[in-house]
């Protein structure tokens, strides 16, 4: 399935990623104020990109970039990737810079690290303050891309004994943030000796994350 990706960029140029058979697009992590170890899982990018080039036949650059929530580069990059454990602070440029990015065409993924979730819902409050964030349906079809979840979320690492939950911003109709919560993706993605997961956990994780990016890139 090959669908039209269009991201608008800096200064009113347009940049159109046309299926996975392209090599000029690039995932980008997300370094932001407050303290927070934006920093937490440096592999796990790293990792997905690999599964997704092997798995999905995508040509993503094997080199993720760095990019700060208020700077203009955020537009050269289709898929923002956030995580950590702490305290997150977006300045006012900074949220109006992420929501008119995402809703030029973007996408943030966010990874509960254990411990963001109690900095990140009112920052992205910032972003978005029309919107909530919902808890998506298991038939949502992030879930049922390549691979099929049929219960949603698989549960990588346990924090305090909840159910793995993703949530959702929509706007317009369209998912532009997806926050995998109790779940802990991220870790799943990084190299097997940081966590010392199993080798069907760490699948799982890596699969959900194609599907994720499948999504995003066929939307």
């Known amino acids: ?6 991201l608008l ?13 392209q090599s000029t697009y690039q995932v980008a ?3 932001y104020n407050g303290g927070g ?11 997905l990109i690999d599964f997704c080039n092997k798995n999905l036949k995508t040509s993503i650059n094997k080199e993720y970039a760095t990019v700060e929530v208020g700077s203009a580069e955020i537009y050269n990059y289709p898929y923002l990737d956030a995580t950590g ?3 997150v602070i977006f300045s006012d440029q900074e949220a109006l810079n992420l929501r008119n990015y995402l809703i030029a065409g973007g996408f943030l993924h966010i990874s509960d690290n254990y411990g963001i979730d109690k900095y990140i819902r009112p920052q992205m409050k910032k972003v978005f303050p029309e ?51 109790e779940c802990d993706l991220g870790d799943g993605w990084e ?29």
């Open 1 to 6: 399935m090959i669908k039209r990706y269009c």
């Open 9 to 21: 960029l800096a200064l009113g140029i347009t940049l159109c990623i046309t299926g996975f058979s």
């Open 29 to 31: 992590l997300l370094k």
């Open 37 to 47: 170890d934006w920093y937490a899982n440096p592999t796990s990018l790293t990792n």
């Open 85 to 87: 454990h702490g305290n």
């Open 131 to 181: 919107l909530e964030f919902v808890e998506l349906p298991f038939d949502f079809p992030i879930y049922h891309q390549i691979y099929n979840f049929p219960n949603g979320l698989p549960k990588i690492h346990e924090h305090d004994g909840k159910p793995p939950q993703g949530f959702g911003l929509i706007w317009e109709g369209r998912l532009v943030c997806f926050y995998d919560y």
């Open 191 to 219: 190299d097997t000796e940081v966590h010392k997961d199993s080798p069907e956990k760490r699948l799982k994780a890596l699969q959900m994350g194609a599907n994720i990016i499948q999504y995003v890139f066929t939307k």
